[in-house]
């Protein structure tokens, strides 16, 4: 989805419509009212054509989109049918908008080291290498690059280290930090505060995000904070993660609120209803939106980036 690609469309209306309550389905069994597969632009029909597999007649490509898949993808209708869904017998396939690629991410530099020393970053943890609308293919080549660049920086700088002294308080700050959690009496389960966690952004910072929506949701993800949490059944590790996602909701939110314009995929509405997003605003917004750990909290930043030619 972005804001620069017009089929976004699709994804707001599929996600209004699931926020009303409603199952959103493809049907294959019929064409969409008044499609015509001959009044398609040219560079459209062309690209199908190159798409063919199973070469059908024009009259039974005309007859609906399951004809077509049998044509261009038939191995994709045995797939689905080995799955559960079963095209030819009339299955629908069910819809909902799904994070493909997380945009933003650790600032990195050349070495993918971080402004804390001894951290690196890689992938898609790391952010502002692809600006808002990432190019085709390159999630995994960022993965290969950064990820040996990283590797390699680590392993150089653990070169020159000893080993690093852990003081008793440190320690006992930890002790502490596990018992509480330990403590089935305080808060909620992790598996319940991730879920909320996800529910929460699922409704204000996914697809449509408005003032309003993330205002709200900032405050929901307070409130569960404030809370408390607990370890459950499934472990320390996704206890402490949970832990951590309450920082990470909370820079999207105050960032996606900042920015109130529209940019890659990053879609800020006027209002939940609106039919369209708030346009891009280049003259205000080509800039990257940085959050960093201050005395009173999070302190987000607006930053105009440096082309490199200027800044060497």
Known sequence: MSNEEPSHVIDVAVFKEMRAGHTVYLDYSKNPAGFDFDELPREAQARYHSEIKAEISSEER?????????????ASIEWLREHGVDLEAGDRIELAPAIQHFQGGVKIRRRADTTIAGLYAAGEVAGGQHGANRPGGNALMDAQVFGEIAGRSAAEEAGTLGLMPVGADRIA????R???????????????????????LSGCASVVRTEKGLTEGLSALADLKAGGIHADEKGWAFALETINMYDVAEMVMRAACMRDESRGP????AHADDDHPVPRNDERWQRTIVLRKGRDGMIP????PVRPEEGM
């Open 173 to 176: 700050r930890w002790k502490d």
């Open 62 to 74: 005309s007859r609906s989109p399951l004809h077509r898949l049998r044509e261009i993808n038939p």
């Open 266 to 269: 990053h879609l800020y509405f």
């Open 178 to 200: 596990l018992n509480a959690l330990a403590d089935r009496t305080h808060g909620l389960p992790a598996s319940q505060v991730r879920t909320r966690i996800q529910t929460i």
């Open 301 to 304: 930043e607006a930053r105009t």
